[in-house]
């Protein structure tokens, strides 16, 4: 089983409210990267890191940023909430060298809900 | 034009039967492919990598056509427990760019 962890699984919330959804992976993995999924959709890549103190904006124009001030904690964060925003948002690691090797290893998502 | 382009099916198909996914990419540069399987309300993971040489795991055999730039999945011997979305995926530039899918639906 992965070692990536996402917090809360599901929310629901306001309008206007400023959320954080929390991943934490404790494989050591240098590579992270955030995932937006509407249902039977595709995935589309948000945020991603390389390393500590490296974010890059995926292909997915989002409202949302990202920091990574540690390895093993890659938080993802909404300043003001909108219904647009209702998604599933998942985590995930890769491990390996320069390049890394293919396995992406997912968190089990959040489910937003913004009213 | 997408990175990553796959027919969305679904392919229904009986068990027992085999079955052959087909996905097209436009970054030429592009190094390293992978199939991942996702269940409904699941996250997706990782089914095989795919190799210019080919590559079999079992039932699922991956190919890479770089001339034509396009990868395949084929599944011999269909079972229940095979229907799925299974995702194309390109390695661009350390970045992971999943296509939509393609669902397949194994009857018995």
């Known amino acids: 089983e992965a070692d990536i962890y996402q917090t809360p699984r599901y929310l629901v919330i306001g309008t206007g409210k400023k959320i954080t959804l929390e991943c934490s992976q404790t494989?050591?993995?240098?590579?992270m990267y955030w995932y937006q999924q509407d249902p039977g959709m595709e995935l589309h890549l948000i945020h991603y890191?390389?390393?500590?103190?490296?974010?890059e904006k995926g292909d997915l124009s989002s409202e949302s940023t990202v920091s990574r001030i540690r390895t093993e904690h890659f938080p993802l964060t909404l300043e003001s909430a909108r219904p647009s925003h209702t998604s599933q948002y998942l985590c995930?690691?890769?491990?390996?060298?320069?390049?890394?090797?293919?396995?992406?290893?997912f968190g089990e998502g959040s489910r937003l809900t913004v009213l | 034009r997408k990175e990553v382009e796959q027919d969305p099916g679904p392919f229904n198909v009986p068990e027992g039967a085999t079955v052959a996914f087909n996905c097209t990419y436009s970054n030429s540069a592009s190094q390293s492919f992978f199939w991942y399987r996702q269940d409904c309300r699941k996250e997706p993971k990782l089914l095989m990598s795919v190799y210019s040489s080919g590559n079999e795991d079992g039932r699922f055999t991956a190919q890479l056509n770089r001339a034509s730039q396009y990868i395949s999945l084929l599944i011999r011997d269909s079972k229940l427990s095979d229907s799925a979305t299974y995702l194309c995926v390109m390695d661009s530039s350390y970045k992971l760019i999943f296509g939509s899918g393609t669902r397949l639906l194994v009857r018995p």
């Open positions: 995930a690691s890769r491990g390996g060298g320069l390049v890394g090797t293919g396995e992406l290893f």
């Open positions: 890191s390389y390393g500590v103190n490296s974010t």
């Open positions: 494989m050591g993995h240098d590579k």
